[in-house]
């Protein structure tokens, strides 16, 4: 069964710090991995990630996936206190049946002033 | 032990068709939900039931209409199908009371994959 974990559950900050969420996983015939952030209601997309060693960046964000370990991290360097929320991981995996995804269970960041 | 369950995982059906998508959450939570996925990975969310109450309708038509029978329930349907509605289905849940740490956490069901011929 497809498995995607995040670490650490929850994380407190202060502004201006630089975070690193982790996020492993196993999947069956890997198609992408993507990052949502969600806040009040629903997550909003942050980036999709296929290729091994390429990094997404938006902003403060960035993004990079390793195919051969399993695992992506998501970056956030001089946090701000509306970078506080909980971060998805997704995968993307295929079988039978089409393309599914599979979520972790999220990291809560808390950026204080 | 799921903490949030939907079924079923895979739907295909015609055109046309009526059909359902059952989720339940044995977390005690008060708020559930309804999201969308398409085909660029976007989660868009649908429908959010509180205490029984529609809280959130984003522009869904209305040929979705959520049904709740009871808190720890939250059934989708679906009526005249349409190939456009070929898509994801992931149902979530939160504990919404204020003042919880955990309010807006969301725990997300496995998802249903709808596929309309």
């Known amino acids: 069964e497809d498995k995607v974990v995040q670490s650490p559950l929850s994380l407190v900050v202060h502004e201006g710090d630089t975070v690193t969420l982790n996020c492993s996983y196993e999947v069956t015939n890997f198609r992408s991995l993507l990052w949502y952030k969600q806040e009040k209601k629903a997550p909003t997309f942050l980036f999709m990630l296929t290729s091994s060693g390429i990094e997404k960046k938006s902003g403060r964000l960035s993004s990079i996936l390793d195919k051969k370990e399993l695992f992506s991290i998501l970056n956030i360097t001089a946090t701000q206190t509306g970078d506080s929320a909980i971060y998805l991981c997704a995968v993307e995996g295929k079988n039978n049946a089409g393309n599914m995804l599979t979520f972790g269970g999220g990291t809560r960041l808390m950026v204080k002033p | 032990d799921t903490a949030v369950s939907q079924t079923p995982k895979y739907l295909v059906t015609q055109m046309g068709n009526d059909k359902s998508i059952k989720c339940e959450q044995n977390l005690g939570h008060d708020t559930m939900y309804w999201y969308k996925q398409d085909s660029k990975k976007f989660l868009k969310i649908m429908f959010s039931y509180n205490n029984k109450e529609l809280i959130i309708n984003e522009t869904v038509p209305n040929r979705f209409s959520p049904k709740s029978p009871d808190k720890a329930h939250l059934n989708l349907h679906i009526n005249s199908l349409e190939l456009g509605d070929s898509a994801v289905y992931f149902c979530?849940?939160?504990?919404?009371?204020?003042?919880?740490?955990?309010?807006?956490?969301?725990?997300f069901g496995p998802g249903t994959r709808l596929t309309v011929t």
């Open positions: 979530a849940s939160s504990a919404s009371q204020p003042g919880l740490a955990s309010s807006y956490e969301q725990y």
